[in-house]
């Protein structure tokens, strides 16, 4: 696990999740795209809401609870909703936070070059060195945005609120 201490604490674990079963798992649920003032996302399940089967989180579920059990030893913490969002070419997601959980968590299923994400604290934007199969914990307070995806491969990102157990 790695710690960048930039204005806030993010945890970065790398993760050996099977990539190919998880892209396959989100392509049956099929294309939902979410566009609107703030945000062009060409697939997510964020709007399908809650009570929605999302069959990858059983593929990601031992591989997140195992990394939220080595953060244990500083503060326990349980997942409270999953969403994943593919970004094709020129796709964003504008600032935004998650208010309603205690932290904001992020997988990386495919990260081309440069689409990371984006962290804002008191106007002061950053970057952290996430790589592709990273898992990254961050306090929800925390504003955080993706930068128009300027590269011709997709970015998959499954978002993961968190609360306190």
Not at 53 to 69: A, G, M, S
Request: with cysteine; aromatic share 12%.
């Amino acid at each position: 696990m790695r710690t960048e201490e930039v204005k806030a604490p993010i945890y970065i674990m790398n993760t050996d999740l099977p990539k190919t079963e998880l892209l396959n798992s989100i392509a049956d649920i099929g294309i939902n795209a979410l566009i609107d003032d703030t945000q062009s996302i060409s697939n997510t399940d964020w709007m399908l809401g809650v009570n929605f089967n999302r069959p990858y989180f059983e593929i990601i579920q031992p591989v997140i609870t195992k990394c939220l059990e080595e953060l244990s030893g500083i503060v326990k913490l349980v997942p409270k909703e999953y969403w994943y969002q593919q970004y094709e070419q020129n796709d964003y997601h504008g600032w935004h936070r998650h208010p309603l959980c205690t932290y904001s968590s992020v997988y990386y299923v495919e990260l081309p070059q440069d689409t990371t994400t984006v962290f804002r604290y008191m106007n002061d934007e950053f970057t952290i060195n996430a790589q592709e199969g990273d898992y990254v914990v961050f306090p929800s307070y925390l504003e955080h945005c993706s930068k128009p995806n300027v590269s011709r491969s997709r970015k998959t990102a499954m978002g993961i609120n968190l609360n306190i157990a």
